[in-house]
């Protein structure tokens, strides 16, 4: 006999908020799990299964419109591992260019800080510091 959870069951074991739940079912990222006697929504084991792998997915920077398009494939059964190598490849690429966005970030920021720095040890620890209007406008 397979298990059937409850949806604060569901989300107590995978770590998510209920309303996470009712979101992705909501979204169409998951399908609507069956309902018991009393109509409540119960989860088997296959629906844990596909929520971890959501789970998963997000902590890896995957949307869930891409999560969407794989488990739509999976569920096709047209996912090929070429497909996951391409989608993984994009995913990578994705985030180099995140990566780069953001030490560029860090190397302004770190200009900003440093020319800080020269004014509080010319005595410009005191008033309105206008440096960041300076370097942003």
């Given at each position: 006999?397979?298990?059937?959870?409850?949806?604060?069951?569901?989300?107590?074991?995978?770590?998510?908020?209920?309303q996470t739940l009712y979101f992705y079912e909501r979204?169409?990222?998951?399908?609507?799990?069956?309902?018991?006697?009393?109509?409540?929504?119960?989860?088997?084991?296959?629906?844990?299964?596909?929520?971890?792998?959501?789970?998963?997915?997000?902590?890896?920077?995957?949307?869930?419109?891409?999560?969407?398009?794989?488990?739509?494939?999976?569920?096709?059964?047209?996912?090929?591992?070429?497909?996951?190598?391409?989608?993984?490849?994009?995913?990578?690429?994705?985030?180099?260019?995140?990566?780069?966005?953001?030490?560029?970030?860090?190397?302004?920021?770190?200009?900003?800080?440093?020319?800080?720095?020269?004014?509080?040890?010319?005595?410009?620890?005191?008033?309105?510091?206008?440096?960041?209007?300076?370097?942003?406008?």
């Open positions: 006999m397979s298990i059937m959870l409850t949806v604060s069951e569901v989300a107590r074991k995978l770590g998510l908020n209920p979204i169409g990222v998951v399908d609507h799990p069956q309902r018991n006697q009393s109509g409540y929504r119960v989860y088997q084991e296959k629906d844990l299964a596909i929520l971890s792998f959501i789970r998963h997915a997000k902590d890896l920077g995957f949307s869930l419109e891409e999560i969407a398009d794989i488990l739509h494939l999976q569920s096709q059964q047209s996912l090929t591992c070429d497909e996951i190598y391409h989608k993984l490849t994009s995913k990578i690429l994705q985030l180099e260019s995140g990566i780069k966005e953001m030490e560029k970030m860090k190397d302004d920021l770190s200009k900003i800080l440093s020319l800080c720095c020269q004014r509080i040890s010319n005595g410009g620890k005191h008033g309105n510091c206008c440096l960041l209007n300076e370097q942003l406008t």
